[in-house]
Each structure stands twice: as structure tokens, then as C-alpha cells.
């Protein structure tokens, strides 16, 4: 059906910066929206950010001005660019899309959403 990988994880100093890139693949039709979310150790999953087919972002507070995020829909790919990191952006970053169109046994079919396995960002003190 649809697969969800993310890559460019890593180990930073603070203050650096980190891309992830997150792909989709299958028969995929079409994908309403992609995003990043992140979990901590001990913590609970939260939203960095999420951006629609047309364009549109939402960042949460502890995202905005520093980080970026992008799409690629003649890849079914989406970017976090992340600038200025800090100690407390460490966790696992999962991607998730949305509301997707894919093709199986020659129909149309609708997912909700998929997730990645996620990519570990580490930023040092």
C-alpha cells in the first residue's frame, strides 16, 4: 500500500542545523497532508509541523522561525529544515501523510494516515 521513510537524522551541536527528508511510496494518487511530529524520551508525541497539498503550514510555537517545512508533491516527499537546534529539540522525528489517494487492484482507494518509523535527531549541549 504506502510505505513512509524518513531519513537525515543525526547528531548536532546546538545551534546547528539538520534536514529530514520523509518520502511516501506506493500507488499514490494524491496526499492532502504531510507532516513532522517528534517524541522525547518520557514524553508524549507533539506536532512540529504539518503543510497541505496547496501549500499551507502550521508550525507549533517552539517550531516557528526556525524551522522550515516543504513538499514536494511531484515526489511525495516533505523537508523539516531545522536551524538553530537546541538541546531540547532532541527526540525522534516520525512523518506522517495524510489523507491519502492510492491505486490497488485497479480502484481508488483512501488511507487516513501513515506514519514513518521514525529518524533519531540528537543536539548536544
Known amino acids: 500500500q504506502v510505505q513512509v521513510v524518513e531519513s537525515g537524522g543525526g547528531l548536532v551541536q546546538a545551534g546547528g542545523s539538520l534536514r529530514l527528508s520523509c518520502a511516501a511510496s506506493?500507488?499514490?494518487?494524491?496526499?492532502?497532508?504531510m507532516g513532522w511530529y517528534r517524541q522525547a524520551p518520557g514524553a508524549q508525541r507533539e506536532l512540529v509541523a504539518t503543510?497541505?497539498?496547496?501549500?499551507?503550514?502550521n508550525y507549533a510555537g517552539s517550531a516557528k522561525g526556525r524551522f522550515t517545512i516543504a513538499r514536494d508533491n511531484a515526489k511525495n516527499t516533505v523537508y523539516l529544515q531545522m536551524d538553530t537546534l537546541k538541546a531540547e529539540d532532541t527526540a525522534v522525528y516520525l512523518c506522517?501523510?495524510?489523507?491519502?489517494?492510492?491505486?490497488?487492484?485497479?480502484?481508488?482507494?483512501?488511507?487516513?494516515?501513515?506514519w514513518g518509523k521514525g529518524s533519531l535527531v540528537t543536539v548536544s549541549s
Open positions: 503543510i497541505t497539498r496547496d501549500g499551507s503550514t
Open positions: 506506493g500507488s499514490i494518487v494524491s496526499i492532502n497532508t
Open positions: 506522517n501523510v495524510a489523507g491519502v489517494v492510492f491505486t490497488s487492484g485497479g480502484s481508488r482507494r483512501f488511507g487516513m494516515e501513515y
